[in-house]
């Protein structure tokens, strides 16, 4: 069981560039939470998915962030026209349902907007 | 507004100290407490507590929630380098959906030998 994987580790984009991130969950993983942490801040809740549904996205900026858990392949967490102000650590975590026990979480995306 | 406030932010200690990590919580319709080790990547899971009063142990760790003085600690003894890490605390509540984490800041845990 590889864990939740993301990719790329670290990505680099000029600001205006659109950044996607991927997650793929657990093996027998349903759930898939993204969620945001800043320089010296704890993480952020962004959005929470099942497969080809958003259950709670309260935590997702309104405007040029938008995810998805499509049938097949990993959750995407897009970012449009991407500012110096997105640049963090974007973690994914799995779980199956309500058990925060497993709440397992991947090794995250570095994001810098340059 | 739901928080979860750690302290310290930050502590060096010495290995063999040890070490004791507080998290304090305004949250609605508490559920569970759990607390993370991240080290350079994927924070990894210690404990989830949701009764007062029971302490859990894994090893050298160990924590304990006090739900009517609203808070938890994490005690660490005999610490190791290996230890150094950022402590994570999180809160979930009932009436969020489930996956909404609430989390601490952390407390930066530095280890020297």
């Known amino acids: 069981n590889a864990g939740v994987m993301q990719n790329p580790r670290h990505l680099v984009r000029r600001r205006g560039q659109e950044a996607r991130l991927r997650c793929s969950p657990m093996?027998?993983?349903?759930?898939v939470y993204w969620y945001r942490q800043l320089p010296e801040e704890g993480l952020k809740f962004m959005v929470y998915?099942?497969?080809?549904?958003?259950?709670?996205e309260s935590g997702m900026p309104k405007e040029r962030f938008s995810a998805e858990f499509p049938k097949e392949g990993p959750s995407i967490l897009r970012i449009q026209q991407v500012v110096r102000g997105d640049s963090a650590a974007y973690f994914c975590?799995?779980?199956?349902?309500?058990?925060?026990?497993?709440?397992?979480f991947g090794s995250g995306t570095r994001l810098t907007v340059v | 507004e739901d928080k979860v406030v750690q302290s310290p932010l930050s502590l060096v200690v010495h290995e063999g100290d040890t070490v004791t990590l507080n998290c304090s919580y305004e949250?609605?319709?508490?559920?569970?407490l759990l607390w993370y080790k991240q080290e350079k990547k994927a924070p990894t899971f210690l404990f989830m507590l949701?009764?007062?009063?029971i302490e859990k142990k894994s090893g050298r760790l160990s924590s304990i929630l006090d739900k009517k003085e609203l808070f938890s600690i994490l005690n660490i003894t005999a610490t190791q380098t290996g230890d150094s890490a950022i402590y994570l605390c999180?809160?979930?509540?009932?009436?969020?959906?489930?996956?909404?984490?609430?989390f601490g800041k952390g407390t930066k845990l530095s280890v020297k030998p």
């Open positions: 975590a799995s779980s199956t349902l309500g058990h925060f026990g497993g709440y397992t």
């Open positions: 949701t009764s007062s009063g």
């Open positions: 949250v609605t319709n508490f559920r569970s």
């Open positions: 093996k027998g993983h349903s759930h």
């Open positions: 998915l099942q497969k080809e549904n958003i259950i709670d």
């Open positions: 999180a809160v979930e509540a009932y009436g969020g959906s489930q996956g909404n984490l609430i």
